[in-house]
């Protein structure tokens, strides 16, 4: 959701990478929040504290399938000398009709099931004979194949301290904590805990929906045949795949020719799916950039925040760049340069923190190393750019992948981060510490 107009310069102004991604996240705010069922909030992030209505459990209940005994009556047992009681019934799980365990007096008992009134301790089945009248067994028959074992005798074979294998009342949450807080993002343990307690909805920022989409007309989709002066379209399929990733609900729009109206009516399509649309390719400086031709003027002047505004950075790769909002609801959009490496890094960069940003998340970038650059020789960086360059990161050291050069897709395939050379290093030489960004 944009809410302000980027900042505006000359067209010869370089723009810092910090002053770029400064006027996205001043721009993009968090969705509205919704109320969702439970599974379709997975990947959210809750708008408020949870808590905890009922205990969990809500009653003393078996930890194992067993016999629930009174302590006093197998003090002492074993193998040799035995305990042996009496079987009263079975207790499963979800049963409330509950019996007495008197003195001498043992009752069948489920995991799960709520603890009879009068035992204190459960002792597995495989201490005892499973009313078998031999030794230790290793379970119990089907109470529809043997209806007896719910009666008889059984013999205990080692004795049981109190509460042994009782799961307490409240042992894992009591009713009045605090579940969750407020900026969780919701994954299966905290859905499973959320049903636990009996919440079938929760109140989150939801998902984000970007809409990513390339632009080229030399461009053809995977599994189709190429022709002279044509390459398979990566783009898109990398950062729909980064943007789910960031936890967005992503879309892939198939590459756009290079023609500005269609361009310009295909992002109108989009719009009514999108929070968040990324183009790739088309911002630089050429005859043939056809998002920069058609988006450059698409601002209305009675509506404030509106257009986007192309920039050169102060970055290697991915020194140009587009951001702003379109459309009626000024939903943002970032245009990155085509370069497959370019859109990567730019993406790592700029559009990650504003997927996070409107999922409503307070730390919306990846984390930060430091580590000792082991390279065959100094790594170069020109004057006056913030260099980012892929790296292998292991054990607190990095090792540049590919060489330089921004064109290098194989080598972001090897990569697990980028090495960040500062704007006013010229050399990194072997053994220096570096600072780099961790991907995952």
């Known amino acids: 959701m944009s809410t302000a107009a980027p900042r505006t310069a000359g067209p010869d102004h370089l723009w810092s990478v910090d002053e770029h991604l400064d006027d996205i996240l001043a721009t993009v705010r968090p969705l509205e929040p919704i109320e969702l069922n439970l599974l379709d909030a997975q990947g959210c992030v809750l708008v408020e ?19 629930a005994v009174r302590v006093a009556d197998v003090a002492g047992a074993s193998e040799q000398y035995p ?17 007495r365990v008197g003195p001498g007096q043992a009752a069948r008992i489920m995991t799960g099931a709520p603890i ?26 089907a ?11 059984v013999l205990v074979h080692r004795p049981a301290r109190a509460r042994a294998h009782v799961r307490a009342e409240g042992s894992d949450v009591r009713a009045g904590d605090r579940a969750l807080t407020a900026g969780t993002v919701l994954g299966p343990p905290q859905i499973s805990l959320l049903a636990a307690i009996g919440r079938g909805t929760v109140r989150v920022h939801p998902r984000p929906r970007v809409v990513v989409m390339s632009t080229g007309s030399e461009l053809v989709q995977p599994d189709e045949e190429l022709s002279a002066g044509q390459i398979y379209d990566s783009n898109s399929f990398s ?17 756009v020719a290079d023609d500005a109206d269609t361009l310009r009516d295909t992002i109108e399509d989009q719009l009514v799916r999108a929070d968040l649309m990324v183009t790739t390719g088309g911002v630089s400086v050429g005859a043939y950039d056809v998002v920069k ?13 509106s257009g986007i505004d192309f920039r050169k950075l102060a970055m290697q790769p991915g020194k140009p760049q587009g951001f702003g909002s379109i459309g009626p609801d000024h939903t943002p959009l970032l245009a990155l340069p085509g370069n497959p490496v370019s859109s990567y890094v730019s993406f790592e960069l700029f559009v990650r923190p504003a997927i996070r940003t409107l999922m409503g998340l307070t730390d919306v970038h990846r984390p930060r190393a430091r580590a000792t650059l082991t390279a065959d020789g100094p790594l170069t960086s020109p004057k006056g750019r913030r260099q980012f360059l892929r790296g292998r990161y292991a054990d607190g050291e990095v090792t540049p992948v590919g060489g330089a050069g921004s064109h290098l897709v194989a080598a972001l395939a090897q990569a697990n981060a980028l090495i960040v050379v500062p704007e006013d290093v010229e050399s990194v030489a072997p053994g ?6 961790l991907l995952g």
Not at 116 to 140: F, R
Request: include cysteine; proline fraction near 8%; aromatic fraction near 4%.
């Open 143 to 153: 109470r529809s194949l043997a209806p007896e074992g719910a009666t008889g005798q």
């Open 293 to 305: 031709e058609a988006l450059s003027s698409v601002g209305d002047e009675d509506e404030p925040g």
């Open 239 to 255: 950062l729909t795949a980064c943007a789910r990733d960031a936890g967005a609900i992503a879309y892939r729009v198939g590459a």
């Open 116 to 141: 009879p009134p009068g035992a204190e301790a459960v002792v597995p089945v495989e201490w005892t004979d499973g009313g078998l009248g031999e030794g230790p067994v290793t379970g119990m028959r």
């Open 83 to 99: 305990a042996a009681l009496e079987v009263v019934g079975d207790v499963a799980a979800g049963q409330s009709d509950l019996f």
């Open 49 to 67: 504290d949870v808590t905890v209505p009922v205990s969990l459990p809500p009653f003393d209940n078996s930890s194992m399938d067993g016999y």
């Open 432 to 437: 220096t510490e570096v600072e780099v960004v």
